[in-house]
């Protein structure tokens, strides 16, 4: 694959928009319905080679950021019972390899949570290329994994007197990304 297999790629160094960025995430909630929330993306980084496939990704995002719309839970969200962000401050990604996959591309790489480092695997689509108004050449990406939190050391859960369990063990984390091509 080549930068002529893709409208619109140019190589080089892309860095992230975070005004135009978001890391959300959903997991189950009494096993009844779902909660979601979003993290702040501290930086994001693409290193574009000519050959697509061999670009180079990594991401940090902030651990006490995490919002769900609930101030309490958020506080114990960033307890020592979940991410313990005073000990383990990011969420940090890195790349080890991209694939086609029909139109979208699966992007394989180490996620680590919590000082916990596993292996995983993004499902990204392209959204494209383009110039904003003031001149930067941007370009738009959407990926999606699901992991199991307990994999990254986040065991904390309650057993319901209904049967079932408070958390859920399986996390559906998004990206919604946008990156600036740098000079």
């Known amino acids: 694959m080549t930068t002529t297999d893709i409208p619109g790629y140019q190589t080089g160094s892309w860095a992230l928009d975070p005004s135009h960025s978001e890391v959300t995430f959903s997991v189950r909630h009494m096993m009844i319905s779902k909660v979601r929330g979003v993290f702040g993306v501290k930086s994001a980084t693409i290193e574009a080679p000519e050959n697509p496939l061999e670009a180079k990704i990594t991401a940090s995002a902030d651990a006490a950021s995490i919002d769900t719309k ?6 114990h969200l960033r307890s020592a019972d979940f991410f313990d962000v005073e000990q383990y401050p ?15 591309y699966l992007v394989d790489g180490d996620l ?10 993004f499902k990204a689509e392209l959204g494209g290329f383009g110039t904003d108004p003031y001149g930067n050449y941007k370009a738009g990406v959407t990926a999606q994994t699901t992991i199991n939190r ?10 319901l007197e209904s049967g079932g369990v408070l958390v859920g063990k399986d996390v ?12």
């Open 112 to 121: 680590t949570i919590r000082g916990v480092t596993k292996p995983v695997t």
């Open 150 to 159: 307990e994999e990254f050391g986040l065991t904390w859960n309650t057993a």
């Open 172 to 183: 559906t984390i998004t990206l919604d990304l946008q990156f600036a091509r740098q000079a």
């Open 90 to 104: 990011t969420i940090d990604f890195a790349s080890t390899g991209i694939r086609a996959d029909g139109d979208d």
């Open 70 to 75: 609930d101030e309490g839970r958020d506080k």
